[in-house]
C-alpha cells in the first residue's frame, strides 16, 4: 500500500522508500521517513497529503506519497 491508500488518522509503517532520486530519498532519510519507521496520513487534500513522522507534520504531493509503501502495524 501506498500513502495514497491507507486510512487517514491509522499510524503504519514505512516499508520501503523508492522515489528514484538518492538525493530526496536522502532528504526524506533526514525527516525519518525510512523503512522501520511509524507514519500516519493526517489528511488529503488537492492532489498531496499531509503526513505526521516523528515530531514532524509533512506535506507531500501524490508522485511523492504514492513513492512510499507502508505496511499496516
Known amino acids: ?11 503504519h509503517i514505512i516499508d ?9 530519498e536522502n532528504f526524506l532519510f533526514t525527516l525519518g521517513c525510512y523503512a522501520g ?4 496520513v493526517i489528511a488529503r487534500r488537492w492532489g498531496s497529503c499531509t503526513v505526521a513522522i516523528k515530531d514532524g507534520r509533512y506535506n ?3 508522485r511523492l506519497a504514492k513513492a512510499i509503501t507502508v505496511v499496516e502495524m
Not at 37 to 40: F, G
Open 60 to 62: 507531500m504531493d501524490t
Open 1 to 11: 500500500m501506498d500513502l495514497m491508500t491507507i486510512q487517514e488518522g491509522r499510524e
Open 37 to 40: 519507521e511509524p507514519i500516519t
Open 16 to 24: 520501503r522508500v523508492q522515489t528514484g532520486d538518492e538525493a530526496l
